[in-house]
């Protein structure tokens, strides 16, 4: 069957297992992006190439819902920390924002808003509109007008500790003014460089003879989070504030109010937020921001718009990883042309090959870009892109920028169509061989046959067992697990705890270059440290395909111990219908997850793998759920007609209080609400016995009658 490009149809033409194919490939490139941006202050891609995988991500989950499960990106905030600081857990997630990219998606918003919380057409409504700060997002806890600490959003969960840093800032106060300052308040905000303070920032370094800075934004957050606070103080680091998080008691009614109750506490917010009361002013605004960009001394790379009233955003919540009651609005993005040097092949974890394009350095506005991702075969064959081609590239933000086209007035003579590689770049040269899904379609991503055998797979699993979001090993990171796994000492995650046994024996590591006494103790104290783990992130480091933390977390939580969860996976793996219907009856754990834990435990040589590491650590119970409710850790299922609140509405009121929601009853719900109009779910919560609530009960339950 002829190769098909499934990247450019149009999501409403996708059959499911096309959407499936795209899905997991798309996800697979986000979480890299993700990494690279948050992680390393260093992303290799444009903001405009971001959103765009993002939004068709998004659209794809939208159209085949079954694809969306715990893992999903669309459910994520960031990545975790980097483990350089210590952590601390954020009181109230710090989530981020969905986007608008056109009028139409922002009078959508404005239309959706109207609708959850059936607002008739002539009910004012208002928003709070300002500039989207491209910098780093900081959130500064004060308590009693003093400030505690400071943290990244990280994960958006979990930051990491920059308080050192942050107070050498001036812009920040290390006490609120005022009276009225409630015991807790956590600010929220961001951290910048203006473009005149990195211009004069570069301009110290070259007369320094040290490399120059390539962006404000990025420059910013490496200044930030640097170990010594001293260097950070000698960065020309701003702040804006521009929300908050946990409050002991909110000092006004509306975010408009609560950015000037910010101000009056000395923290400087945005000046030219403004107020706008319809969909047409907010596009106004919007205009009028983008006119007045480039003469801004700082970078933005949008608007955002919030609901105004703060009682209307509770009842908004949230949905995924972003606030209902909020949106940004991006603008569009920058273009140039630059020269295609070579297209290289990466190697991922699971065997999929990526080709990078390696540009001739270029300047899109004020940002020097060389790396750009290709995606794969079929879009290197749809560009017709070759190697020497002038190419147009685009960026918006400040990052790299994707390919859009070939110059073909310029090609050079002589150049010959790209041919993808038929081996692995790897020393075995294993042939590559193309996906095919169960309907026969050949898939967009070319894989190295060699799974366990390839020495990139086989170290790209080991990458991840002791990343920040799996064992987390300070001290073992890319390079050493290269080398180690070069020398022969590191071939699966056991051998990691049984090195320090082993050195003086088959060799000694204090004689390596960049070892000695003192670091071999360090690397052997952070393993020993990681002897025992948490269930969810001994999950997450098995590497098992399309089990993410998120997921992870959740089937920790489904089955509490380690012991429960292996024995139900293997049951899945030998065919055993009742475990696979008990798991997915788990929330948001469906058949992308559990044909993939099938997979993964079939194989004889992942069950060695596991069993040899199992004698190694000891694996915790999973967390218990620590809001204290009536329905915290409970599953629940919404159904039929809801008449005091929309259904989406009941869903984010249950997962605020700490239940889980589900869109099937099984044995594992708890309680099932059910409205006038209730069908099937009905009929099946009471053949199971499982507790039937109306709409009073529930909110009787949970305190909010």
Not at 93 to 105: G, I, Q
Not at 209 to 228: C, F, H, M, V, W
Not at 352 to 369: D, M
Request: proline residues 4%; hydrophobic residues 40%; aromatic residues 8%.
């Amino acid at each position: 069957m002829a190769s098909r490009d499934i990247s450019k149809l149009p999501v409403g033409d996708h059959s499911a297992k096309q959407a499936k194919a795209e899905h997991a490939r798309l996800h697979a490139e986000l979480i890299e992006h993700d990494r690279r941006y948050y992680q390393h202050d260093a992303p290799t891609i444009t903001d405009a190439e971001y959103d765009a995988l993002r939004r068709r991500y998004g659209e794809i989950e939208q159209r085949f819902p079954d694809l969306r499960t715990l893992e999903s990106l669309t459910l994520k905030v960031g990545v975790a920390p980097t483990g350089r600081f210590a952590k601390i857990r954020h009181a109230v997630p710090m989530l981020s924002l969905d986007n608008a990219f056109s009028d139409e998606d922002v009078t959508r918003f404005v239309e959706r808003i109207r609708r959850f919380l059936k607002l008739s057409a002539d009910e004012p409504l208002a928003f709070s509109a300002e500039p989207k700060i491209d910098g780093l997002s900081i959130s500064l806890r004060y308590e009693n007008g003093t400030l505690i600490n400071a943290a990244t959003r990280g994960d958006g969960t979990v930051g990491e500790d920059v308080t050192a840093n942050i107070k050498t800032l001036k812009d920040v106060p290390q006490q609120l003014k005022g009276k009225t300052i409630p015991a807790v308040a956590e600010v929220r905000g961001e951290v910048y460089m203006t473009k005149a303070d990195f211009l004069a920032l570069n301009e110290r370094q070259k007369a320094a003879g040290k490399e120059l800075y390539i962006n404000p934004r990025n420059t910013a957050a490496g200044s930030l989070r640097q170990k010594d606070a001293a260097i950070t103080a000698s960065r020309p680091l701003r702040f804006f504030a521009y929300s908050w998080g946990q409050m002991s008691a909110m000092p006004a009614e509306t975010h408009s109010g609560m950015l000037k109750w910010l101000e009056r506490c000395g923290l400087p917010t945005n000046p030219l937020s403004k107020l706008c009361r319809s969909a047409e002013e907010l596009l106004a605004f919007h205009h009028e921001i983008g006119l007045a960009r480039a003469q801004l001394d700082y970078d933005i790379d949008g608007v955002v718009y919030k609901v105004d009233r703060l009682d209307w955003q509770e009842r908004l919540g949230f949905v995924s990883r972003s606030p209902r009651w909020a949106i940004a609005h991006k603008f569009p993005a920058e273009q140039a042309t630059t020269l295609l040097k070579d297209i290289e092949i990466q190697v991922g974890r699971t065997g999929a090959l990526t080709p990078v394009a390696k540009l001739e350095p270029v300047g899109v506005g004020g940002v020097i870009v060389q790396n750009a991702s290709l995606h794969n075969a079929d879009e290197i064959a749809r560009l017709d892109v070759r190697i020497g081609d002038t190419v147009t590239i685009q960026r918006a933000g400040d990052v790299i920028p994707q390919v859009l086209g070939v110059v073909l007035e310029k090609r050079p003579k002589g150049a010959k169509p790209y041919v993808f590689p038929k081996t692995c770049p790897c020393p075995l040269h294993t042939p590559v061989v193309r996906e095919i899904n169960s309907a026969g379609e050949e898939g967009v991503r070319f894989r190295c046959s060699g799974e366990f055998a390839c020495p990139f797979q086989k170290t790209e699993h080991l990458k991840l067992f002791v990343s920040r979001g799996a064992f987390d090993i300070d001290g073992l990171g890319e390079k050493q697990i290269d080398y180690f796994f070069e020398q022969g000492w590191i071939k699966e995650p056991a051998d990691i705890f049984t090195l320090e046994a082993r050195n003086g024996k088959q060799f000694r590591l204090e004689e390596v270059e960049g070892y000695g006494p003192t670091s071999v103790g360090n690397l052997f104290a952070a393993i020993r440290g990681r002897r025992e783990i948490s269930l969810e992130r001994f999950i997450y480091a098995l590497g098992i395909r399309h089990v993410g933390e998120t997921t992870a977390r959740a089937l920790a939580r489904g089955y509490g111990t380690w012991q429960a969860f292996h024995d139900a996976a293997l049951a899945v793996a030998d065919g055993d219908d009742e475990a696979r219907t008990e798991m997915d009856a788990l929330d948001q754990i469906g058949d992308t997850v559990i044909d993939a834990l099938a997979a993964y435990f079939k194989e004889k040589h992942n069950r060695g793998v596991v069993e040899r590491l199992t004698k190694q650590v000891h694996i915790q119970e999973a967390e218990k759920p620590a809001r204290d409710t009536a329905v915290a850790g409970k599953t629940v299922v919404f159904t039929g007609s809801l008449e005091k609140m929309t259904r989406e509405e009941a869903k984010a009121m249950a997962e605020r209080l700490g239940a889980k929601t589900s869109g099937s009853v099984s044995k594992k719900t708890d309680y099932v609400v059910a409205g006038p109009g209730a069908g099937s779910k009905l009929d099946k919560a009471r053949e199971a016995g499982v507790a039937v609530l109306t709409e009073d009960e529930w909110l009787e339950l949970v305190g909010k009658k």
